[in-house]
């Protein structure tokens, strides 16, 4: 019982032997990593950045680092935390260059955005494409805090650091996105 306590997390990355090949020089592995993680990858940027021209642009600047500096990897985490984690950098360095300014308010009360209503499968993934696409409206600062903590399951301490904004910046940037999102979301009659 003592020795379990001791054991260090240990990440298992089903890709592993491709990212040997990769680090080894081999292009088709290089290619298979893209062809596994390409599509999710966009989606992230996509959420991020808010425009499809933009998201590719970063998902292939973010395959060009990954691959340029996948050497380095030392395969301590899963190539793909590894590579969301570029991806997500690269989507915010893009929306830096846009001069995205949040705006910083203290004492705000953090809302919960659970809804606790159980529905269907069917209606559950309606509704979700609804609210995806009413993030999609959203101006960028909300729209990104608002992704960060929602879909990529950040929290506000590590949004803060990786947007080098406080906590509670984060917190107050998700307060009003989430509520602007419900008030386009009663405008389009889905809440």
Sequence with gaps: ???????????????????????????????????????????????????????????QEAFLDAFSKVKDFRQDTTFGLWLKQIVVNRSINLLRKRKLELIEMEGEQLEN?????EEDDEEVQYKAAQVKEAIKELPEGYRL????????????EEIGQVLNISE???RTQFLRAKRK???????KGVA
């Design 1 to 59: 019982m003592q020795a379990d306590q001791n054991l260090e997390a240990v990440y298992v990355d089903k890709h592993y032997d491709l990212v040997v090949e990769c680090k080894k020089g081999s292009k088709k592995a290089c290619y298979e990593l893209y062809k596994l993680y390409s599509k999710a990858m966009l989606n992230i940027a996509f959420r991020i950045v808010g425009n499809i021209a933009e998201a590719e642009d970063v998902l």
């Design 113 to 117: 955005i659970a809804d606790e209503e």
């Design 145 to 156: 805090v608002i992704s960060l903590y929602l879909l990529e399951g950040y929290d506000h």
């Design 168 to 170: 509670n910046t984060s």
């Design 181 to 187: 999102l419900i008030e386009i979301l009663k405008r």
